[in-house]
């Protein structure tokens, strides 16, 4: 009877610690839900608070857990419960790195445990050790936060100097995003990733218009599933930068003030929203002004321009970009229509050039002889590329857009001419060589999570 007795009080003593430390780990969860679920209970006037809501949380959630910590402290689950707590936090804590790797030497099965430690070290910069932990819990169970993270890891390690191995890693950092969503197709943060995983890919692969496509329906779909997806300041932003480069600039902006209002401490979004704004005001003023070039020297400049200038698009030969062979014909800016302009060129003098604050584009403005004035967009260009006033530029098979852009109190009204490249341009007569040309770089925010 006796030994019955015993086995008895050992079975409740299991009991009594699963139990004690299933609560604890509801607690923790509790402290997530509050993070990432902050504005289902709080209005977006409130987002000034949040980072300090979470921390009092974060602290009171700890301060149980210390209260258990003497029963405890050789528990894998209780240190990883300790390491999650603290991991709530967007900055590094030696503390949790030191729990989380004790944690996983008890247990090294412990999938949670390599996953916060693998986000621990990402905290603190150190992305390979943080691979190798995403890595390791993928060996010990598929999982969708190890999936998605190690997509994130492998989009932030420092570039292959092989283009072709770093587009390697870009195709395996998606595809290992689109396995998350698999896994779990109702979880709205592996959405989010796979669409900063299509971006990565737009920008890395020759900025297909279908991968663009693809990063905005993963985030639509993101923001469908999961009210905190909807709520994320970096999706906002990520999807805003996207956006510009789309030249969808009324969506863009008001990305930009959406992902500043949920995030009042991120001055990255303010900037960014100014910027855009900024340069809207410059274009539409030397737009107006023909790049304030005085009408003497306006007409001087024009009395040289004359279809010899067209080099060679005036060749039978000439193969334009969209691959029409042919000579193209000279068109009027006024006389183009909106979209592709297929078989004619646009032929002017520039008259101002804007280099603008976290540019995307090479922005200038040309004048033809009718003396109508168009901004022309030049994306990928290197650095070292520009086009000065003066110079005759002729744009084969033009791409023209038409902005009405509103934000807030203010309003643009324009037409502009977008270029993908500068190889596409003849100025003064030549072709632009291959190294005026370079990768569109871009910057999203990389941690999501």
Partial sequence: MLKMAEVDNDGEQKTTDKDDLQVLKELVDDLYSFRDRYFETHSVEDAGRKQNDVAQEMAKTFMRLEEKEDLYKHSAQFLLQRGRCLNVASGFSQT??????????????????????????????????????????????????SLRSLSMVLRQLPPEEDAQQQSKRILESVELARQAVQLDVTDGTSWYILGNAYISMFFTRGQNPQLSQQALSAYAQAEKIDKASSMNPDLHFNRATLFQYEEMYSSALDGYSRAAALDPGWEDTREREKQLLNYLDQVTTLLENKGKVKARRLRNMLSSLSTSALG?????????????????????????????????????????????EGRMAFTFGMVDSDETCCVVMVYNT??????????????????????SVTHKDKSYDFRSIRVDSPLLLIVNGKRQVTKSQSAAFVTYKPQSE
Avoid: M
Wanted: aromatic share 6%; hydrophobic share 35%.
């Fill in 96 to 145: 949790a790195e030191e729990c989380l790797s004790r944690a996983v030497k008890l247990e090294p099965g412990l999938v949670e445990g390599w996953n916060t430690l693998g986000e621990q070290y990402w905290k603190k910069g150190d992305l390979t050790a943080a691979k190798t932990c995403f890595t390791g819990a993928l060996q010990q169970s598929k999982n969708k936060v």
């Fill in 312 to 356: 060679p698009c005036s060749s039978p030969q000439f193969r334009s970009p969209s691959g029409h062979v042919g000579s193209l014909e000279p068109r009027s800016l006024s006389s183009l229509t909106h979209g592709h302009n297929g078989g004619v060129a646009a032929l002017g003098k520039v008259v101002f050039s804007l280099a603008s």
């Fill in 382 to 403: 290197a650095d070292s590329w520009g086009v000065l006033i003066g110079d005759t530029v002729v744009i084969p098979e033009p791409q023209v857009k038409r902005h």
